[in-house]
């Protein structure tokens, strides 16, 4: 199944084209139009322009990204690329995930919410535009994750794979790092390095559809 990367009006109406709900009256973007809107007027207010990457609506700057508008099944948000580089005082920015280095999120619930955060959301895409304006980076973890020993055995015995993982970005290799360690017993490893080894071998991260 291929993302959804037509427009926003297409993600409001079918979805982001993750996952088998996709064109479904099950689709998680469904119940969540109104505050999606409200979110994306946000973006657009501040020149940013509008493009559709990964299913999600992409807001960027030159060519580069800023921030997506993303529906989940509990809430929406506001996800900044390099949000972990943002003054938030209030402490409204999330880390999506133990292992997110730079991608924080301003998660709401309701149109009252983006109505409540309002100020403050549209400060910190100011931040965010004047972030990347300036080229700021987010300062990465010294130390990288340690490659599995499954993973690191398979790379050894299959130089074609290793070639492939090599030269995939820091990140769809970490995304794979992270999946393969992320199982406790050594054989749910080993099946994880397979199930791995086409995305890798396509140019893929971890999840990452065509």
């Known amino acids: ?16 084209g993750r996952c088998e709900r996709f064109q479904t009256p099950a689709c998680k973007v469904h119940p969540w ?12 207010a501040d020149g940013l322009v ?18 997506m508008v993303v529906a989940f099944k509990e809430h929406c948000a506001l996800q900044f690329f390099k949000g972990a580089a943002l003054d938030d005082p209030d402490e409204l920015l999330e880390a999506p995930g133990p292992n997110s280095q730079a991608v924080r999120m301003l998660k709401v619930r309701s149109l009252a ?11 910190l895409i ?4 004047a972030l990347e304006r300036a080229g700021g980076e987010v300062a990465t973890r010294a ?15 299959d130089p074609k794979l290793r070639r492939a993982f090599d030269a995939l970005t820091p990140g769809r290799q970490r995304s794979h790092i992270l999946h393969v360690s992320g199982a406790k017993q ?6 994880r390095v397979d199930a791995c080894a086409e995305a890798i071998l396509a140019g893929r991260g971890f999840n990452e559809r065509v």
């Open 50 to 67: 509008e493009e559709m990457k990964w299913g999600f609506p992409c807001y960027t700057l030159a060519g580069k990204n800023v921030l």
């Open 186 to 191: 050594p054989a749910t490893r080993e099946r």
């Open 33 to 44: 139009t109104v505050v999606l809107e409200a979110l994306r007027a946000l973006a657009l």
């Open 126 to 129: 100011d931040l965010a535009i």
């Open 113 to 123: 919410e983006v109505k409540q955060h309002k100020k403050a959301a549209k400060r």
């Open 1 to 16: 199944m291929a993302m959804n990367n037509t427009s926003f009006a297409s993600y409001i109406k079918d979805g982001c």
């Open 143 to 157: 130390k990288a994750e340690p490659v599995p020993d499954e993973l690191a055995r398979r790379l050894a015995a």
